[in-house]
């Protein structure tokens, strides 16, 4: 158990919703990490934020959003959802020392397995 | 072309056999890299960190990195059915994010 919580586990929705994903880091990390993955893209960074503040972007489309509260659990927000948007949603977390970035080890929580119909 | 290619298998060895997985990657800029594995219906874990080239032995996991060919191997002996997974690689450089490998899925039969 990586102590990463991902609620919910599974997903099922229809073209053009929107869902709400959430995740809680391991005690006493301050950075988060979201991923998507799907069998031919493999696993995609997302985004990542520390402490509250969006740190990094990768290949996140517009029709996603995500953020972190002050309590640090963050939650991704996927809109106008697409038969595509099927995946696996991964959120890591790490310690997140200043300027630590991506050299620190990252823990992944058992994921959200969203299904679009 | 993907920047970390990497074979999907699926690969099935028997039980004791040495697992040979592999990666090629296309940005000489990487400098970081990193083994990960995933069982089903779970979050991928890290398994194995070098930097550079050269080997890093763990048990009976060694991974090599050999940076003039952007080559990546990860070597298991002695390989047990609890070694069955999916085995992704990642790589990085600076504080650029973690770009991983598509996963071999690894079946040891025993």
């Known amino acids: 158990d990586s102590g990463v919580t991902q609620t919910p586990k599974h997903l099922i929705t229809a073209t053009g919703q929107r869902v709400t994903l959430r995740c809680s880091p391991r005690s006493g990390d301050l950075s988060v990490y979201w991923y998507q993955q799907s069998l031919d893209q493999g696993l995609q960074f997302l985004i990542q934020y520390y402490n509250g503040e969006e740190r990094a972007k990768g290949n996140i489309l517009e029709r996603f959003s995500a953020q972190q509260f002050p309590d640090l659990h963050s939650e991704l927000n996927l809109s106008s959802l697409e038969l595509g948007d099927s995946a696996l949603y991964f959120c890591?977390?790490?310690?997140?020392?200043?300027?630590?970035?991506?050299?620190?080890?990252?823990?992944f929580g058992p994921g959200t397995r969203l299904l679009v119909l | 072309q993907k920047e970390v290619e990497q074979d999907p298998g699926p690969l099935s060895v028997p039980e004791g056999a040495i697992v040979s997985l592999n990666c090629t990657y296309s940005n000489s800029a990487f400098q970081y890299f990193m083994w990960y594995r995933q069982y089903s219906r779970k979050g991928p874990e890290l398994l194995m960190y070098?930097?550079?080239?050269g080997n890093k032995e763990d048990g009976r996991f060694t991974a090599q990195v050999d940076k003039s060919s952007k080559y990546i191997s990860l070597f298991i002996r002695d390989s047990q059915p609890s070694d069955s997974a999916t085995y992704l690689c990642?790589?990085?450089?600076?504080?650029?994010?973690?770009?991983f490998g598509t996963g071999t899925r690894l079946t040891i039969i025993p």
């Open positions: 890591a977390s790490s310690v997140g020392l200043a300027g630590g970035g991506y050299q620190e080890t990252q823990y």
């Open positions: 070098t930097y550079s080239s």
């Open positions: 990642a790589t990085y450089f600076g504080n650029e994010k973690l770009t």
